[in-house]
């Protein structure tokens, strides 16, 4: 249930990301709104046990936990930017695919051991986010490529430092407090640019898409802590599992309700996503 929650509430954000881009959205003011709402969220959900009490800030854990708002609201923008201009399938593709970079992780740091078919579904993952770049109607074919490429690296650090947080101070501190904290230090951080940025304030529009963006990104971070917990040793596995179940609810979505056309090499970056996913996980489908 929390692999199925994860993927549903992922792939919700992507779909948020593009009505952004049809109403004319701003993302940056609408993502610092976001932050706000997911950490008012988290301690009213917490209740007594909210992060503003000092003890809270005083434990070894704070300043690592918190050092993952950096990389969420980099992330987050970065992925808002892409759906935007590239489309929701292919920056779900290199967002999500980007699990490469935690299961790699998790292999070395994590002891979680490799396999030769791992290693081949990895590669041909990468090769897949390539053939999902959008076409570039200007004639830049490499603006595109960019910026999935960023989106890529940045979801791979934003699910290592995650899958390593969680399996690091998860038996001393509850996934509804970590949540918190990352999401808390991402608004503090989103909230200073803001102020110092000219025409970045939200509007009416901004702030209602923004709530509604933070209550779904709460739920997925939730979701993907709950994961992370009930395939411990396993989350490589879990994220390959997770993200392509993600690329293909989002670009789905964007096909039957955006109209969102997919280019033929596109076609073939999908089924080689899901190629990928089946060779790092055939013993799990095959026994």
Known sequence: MWLIFSIL???ALMVIFKIFARFEIRVFP?????????????????????????????????PFVAGMGLLFISAFYLMGLGTGLAGAGATSVAAKMSVVIPAAVSMLLLREKPGLFILLGMLLSVFS?????????????????????????GSGMVDTGLNLVKHQFG???DDYTISTVVFGSAGVIG??????????????????GGVVLGCTNYASLIAMFGAIGAYKGQTAWFFAVNNIGVV??????????FKEKISRSGYVGLMLAALAVLLMNIHAFFG
């Open 129 to 153: 986010v390539y053939l999902m770049r959008p076409e570039n109607k200007d004639g830049n074919g490499s603006r595109g490529l960019w910026v999935l490429l960023l989106v890529f690296i």
């Open 171 to 173: 038996t001393v501190v």
């Open 30 to 62: 609408s993502i610092v709104v976001n932050y706000v709402t997911c950490f008012v969220l988290g301690n009213f959900l917490l209740g007594e046990k909210n992060i503003v009490a000092e003890v809270v800030w005083m434990q070894h854990w704070f």
């Open 191 to 208: 909230v200073f640019l803001m102020l110092i940025q000219k025409g970045q304030l939200p509007r009416w529009k901004e702030i209602l």
């Open 248 to 257: 293909w609810v989002s670009t789905l979505i964007s096909i039957l309700f």
């Open 9 to 11: 509430s992922s792939a």
